[in-house]
């Protein structure tokens, strides 16, 4: 008998890499969507057929009740999250009622309904913030830096706790940056392959950004989600660092997508106030050497260069189309 896995936030770019992951592995893929008016399938438009979806809250515990009844999941993969750093300044209470709090109401419906499933909780690591150790691992102490890694931090400890009160299969991820043509227009790594196209294409002149020095250990989101899955495999249950253990600048992100199509970045970022961080955090460099040698995975499958050329090649391929 197949597999049943229910993923939350399965529209976004990580849900829907991990959707394709399971659905190749002859899963049935249950996927929590909240009901809008218009709801944004753009990431699993080819494979949205093969899914079947439940409507759901996080902060619905009756909803996520009936969800887990309704999919009677083997794995759960909780990947839904307000995960814009930015906008949880603007909008900290719904951050960490969402990021945070919805991980509890996930957590205790589990408890209730199916707790022999095995559950994944998307950790940040943003949760570092303020790094007191480089690089940074399994073990380096937490010290946030934005309401969004706040939240993180909450869910993190909540799930922590839930395996340790209730004996669950309950295990974070804590991944690192990660970026595809699938990320969010808003994030700075498409903001950035966005207007490289739209520059190329003469469409837009300039490109507003806050701090290029920032540094950040950026991976591929459809490599990492092979680790989460890797995670439920175990016979253990246990928390992983997912990163790359390389760091680079949003400056030489710039540099290299830039020059990638025959520009020079200084000729068109401009820096601008407006966009930096009321509290920054300057680097974030994650060790994966225990996701490496317990589930091995590969943390470098995909260089930095080639994931940058695969998100301006995308962004070229879309912008191309939009003015055609």
């Not at 969800?67 to 814009?84: C, G, H, I, T």
């Not at 994944?120 to 380096?140: H, L, N, R």
């Not at 591929?220 to 175990?234: F, N, P, S």
């Amino acid at each position: 008998m197949a597999k049943k896995a229910l993923i939350t936030g399965v529209t976004g770019q990580d849900g829907s890499y991990l959707a394709e992951l399971l659905l190749e592995k002859g899963y049935k893929v249950y996927g929590l969507r909240r009901r809008t008016s218009s709801p944004i399938m753009t990431n699993i438009e080819h494979i949205k057929k093969e899914i079947e979806f439940i409507d759901g809250d996080l902060l619905d515990v009756s909803s996520l009740i009936n969800a887990f009844r309704v999919s009677k999941p083997d794995e759960v993969y909780n990947l839904a999250a307000q995960s814009f750093v930015g906008s949880s300044w603007s909008q900290p209470l719904l951050t960490g009622q969402i990021t945070g709090l919805g991980v509890t109401n996930m957590l205790e419906a589990l408890c209730q309904t199916s707790p022999e499933s095995k559950f994944y909780q998307a950790s940040s690591s943003e949760m570092f913030g303020k790094v007191v150790e480089i690089p940074q691992k399994e073990t380096t102490p937490f010290y946030p830096r934005s309401p969004y890694g706040v939240a993180k931090l909450y869910a993190h400890w909540t799930t922590v706790n839930h395996r340790e009160s209730y004996d669950l299969y309950a295990c974070s991820g804590i991944l690192f940056n990660h970026e595809s043509p699938r990320r969010g227009i808003e994030f700075v790594t498409r903001k950035i392959t966005d207007a490289v196209a739209r520059i190329k294409s003469g469409v837009q002149d300039e490109l507003r950004l806050g701090n290029l020095d920032a540094k950040r250990d950026w991976g591929y989101a459809k490599d990492y989600v092979e680790c989460m899955w890797l995670m439920l495999q175990q016979e253990k249950c246990d928390d992983y660092v997912v990163a790359t253990g390389e760091t680079y600048s949003v400056r030489d992100f710039c540099k290299i997508a830039f020059e990638y199509v025959g520009l020079n970045y200084e000729d068109h970022v401009v820096v601008d106030p407006k966009y930096f961080r009321a509290a920054e955090v300057e680097l974030l460099i994650g060790d994966p050497q225990k996701a490496a040698s317990k589930l091995g995975w590969n943390p470098r499958k995909t260089s930095f260069e080639k994931l940058v050329k695969i998100m301006v090649d995308s962004d070229r391929a879309r912008v191309e189309k939009e003015i055609r």
